[in-house]
């Protein structure tokens, strides 16, 4: 990949993360009223402690200083696509900074996810910083998914004042950025359903529900954009022209693809990796493999069938895919048909 694609990659993903994001949040917010925004807000803030704890654990082991210049040097969120920023001071004791353009904004603002936004954008930022050390104090006088025009942070470790920096920090290749992100996206997954359940079999629907909607956009959104390139619908395009970028950390046996039949093995997948060291991960994920797939791939066409029939999150040695796409299918039913199953279904 070039330069461009990198970046066009990254923003991929973000857009993915995003949207995951808002399909969860907004089962929190709009269907657990009034306690699901606190219920939301607790689960950003669990997230967000993981990650900043990540973060020290790793510049620990690389033996780098814990101070606002390695944090935000080589902690931050991965990759710079989309973003734009004016850097105002970053120093071991001190980063100010203004965010004049988050592609994750922008999503949440199309897909009328503000009100989701503000939650995110007010809780994670300090518990990440916090978990990272918690001498971290953390200001945002201005935050965009509240109405504001940039987001401001006023970031202080007064403890870091006078500490020696890094002799020098190393450049994070795209495929660690890629890498870094799709990991993300799996805790964000992981937390947010996690809190979800804590509602019980509604929490449990609504996970489901969220997951489909997220699997259903995705779908919808590969058929289009593959329309718009002059591809045709099958199988062939679709896991060719696929919406996730490679991951180099997926093993995967390719069974069979041709434009009808797609036949395949997932023997590594960087999500179960993730999932599988968290409590109850494993039940967790298998909500999401069970819902997403068929969601994308029904959405890409309904005439679409899909077989999961093993996959890691319940215990398998891998996943097994077994996805046929039959020209007959897409044909309409004749008038008869239809008003058969109409009258079929109409005492239920």
């Given at each position: 990949m070039?330069?461009?694609e990198?970046?066009?990659?990254?923003a991929?993903m973000?857009?993915?993360?995003a949207k995951?994001y808002?399909h969860?949040?907004?089962?929190?917010?709009?269907?657990?009223?009034?306690?699901?925004?606190?219920a939301?807000?607790q689960?950003?803030?669990?997230f967000?402690?993981?990650?900043?704890r990540a973060n020290?654990a790793?510049h620990?082991k690389?033996?780098?200083?814990?101070h606002l210049k390695t944090?935000?040097?080589?902690?931050?969120?991965?990759?710079k696509?989309g973003?734009?920023?004016n850097?105002i001071?970053?120093?071991p004791e001190q980063r100010i900074?203004?965010t004049?353009?988050c592609p994750?904004?922008d999503?949440?603002?199309?897909?009328d996810?503000?009100?989701?936004?503000?939650?995110?954008?007010?809780?994670i930022?300090?518990?990440?910083?916090?978990?990272?050390?918690?001498?971290?104090?953390?200001?945002?006088?201005k935050i965009?998914?509240?109405?504001?025009d940039?987001c401001r942070?006023d970031?202080f470790m007064?403890?870091?004042k006078?500490?020696?920096?890094?002799?020098?920090y190393?450049q994070?290749?795209f495929e660690?950025?890629l890498?870094?992100?799709m990991?993300?996206?799996?805790?964000?997954?992981y937390?947010?359903?996690?809190g979800l359940?804590?509602?019980g079999?509604?929490?449990e629907?609504?996970?489901?529900?969220?997951i489909?909607r997220?699997?259903?956009e995705r779908?919808?959104?590969l058929?289009k954009q593959?329309?718009?390139?002059?591809?045709e619908?099958?199988?062939?395009?679709?896991?060719?022209?696929?919406?996730?970028?490679?991951d180099?950390?997926?093993?995967?046996n390719?069974?069979?693809?041709?434009?009808?039949t797609?036949l395949s093995e997932t023997l590594?997948c960087?999500?179960?990796?993730?999932?599988?060291?968290?409590?109850?991960?494993?039940?967790i994920g298998?909500?999401y493999?069970?819902?997403?797939h068929?969601?994308?791939f029904?959405a890409?066409?309904?005439a679409?069938?899909?077989n999961l029939?093993?996959?890691?999150?319940q215990?398998?040695?891998?996943?097994?895919?077994s996805?046929y796409?039959r020209p007959?299918n897409?044909?309409?039913?004749?008038d008869?048909?239809?008003?058969y199953?109409k009258n079929m279904?109409?005492?239920m």
């Amino acid at each position: 990949m070039d330069h461009t694609e990198d970046e066009q990659a990254l923003a991929k993903m973000q857009a993915l993360y995003a949207k995951l994001y808002f399909h969860m949040a907004a089962e929190y917010c709009r269907t657990f009223e009034p306690d699901g925004e606190a219920a939301l807000r607790q689960a950003i803030r669990d997230f967000g402690t993981d990650r900043g704890r990540a973060n020290r654990a790793e510049h620990e082991k690389h033996g780098y200083p814990i101070h606002l210049k390695t944090l935000f040097t080589i902690g931050g969120f991965p990759g710079k696509a989309g973003f734009k920023r004016n850097l105002i001071d970053l120093k071991p004791e001190q980063r100010i900074s203004e965010t004049l353009q988050c592609p994750l904004c922008d999503v949440w603002r199309k897909m009328d996810g503000l009100n989701e936004g503000i939650a995110y954008c007010e809780e994670i930022h300090s518990a990440m910083w916090s978990a990272y050390d918690p001498d971290i104090e953390t200001n945002q006088p201005k935050i965009m998914t509240r109405g504001d025009d940039l987001c401001r942070f006023d970031v202080f470790m007064p403890a870091a004042k006078g500490m020696p920096e890094a002799d020098e920090y190393p450049q994070v290749d795209f495929e660690v950025h890629l890498q870094n992100l799709m990991d993300l996206q799996a805790k964000l997954y992981y937390y947010l359903a996690r809190g979800l359940l804590h509602f019980g079999v509604e929490g449990e629907a609504a996970v489901r529900r969220a997951i489909r909607r997220f699997g259903r956009e995705r779908g919808l959104e590969l058929r289009k954009q593959h329309l718009a390139q002059g591809l045709e619908i099958n199988m062939h395009n679709l896991f060719t022209h696929y919406d996730l970028p490679g991951d180099a950390r997926f093993s995967r046996n390719k069974i069979e693809l041709t434009e009808q039949t797609r036949l395949s093995e997932t023997l590594e997948c960087t999500f179960f990796n993730v999932w599988q060291d968290y409590p109850d991960g494993n039940s967790i994920g298998r909500i999401y493999c069970e819902e997403v797939h068929h969601e994308i791939f029904g959405a890409y066409d309904e005439a679409v069938q899909t077989n999961l029939s093993q996959t890691l999150t319940q215990g398998d040695d891998r996943c097994r895919f077994s996805i046929y796409f039959r020209p007959a299918n897409t044909i309409p039913q004749p008038d008869w048909a239809v008003a058969y199953e109409k009258n079929m279904t109409g005492d239920m």
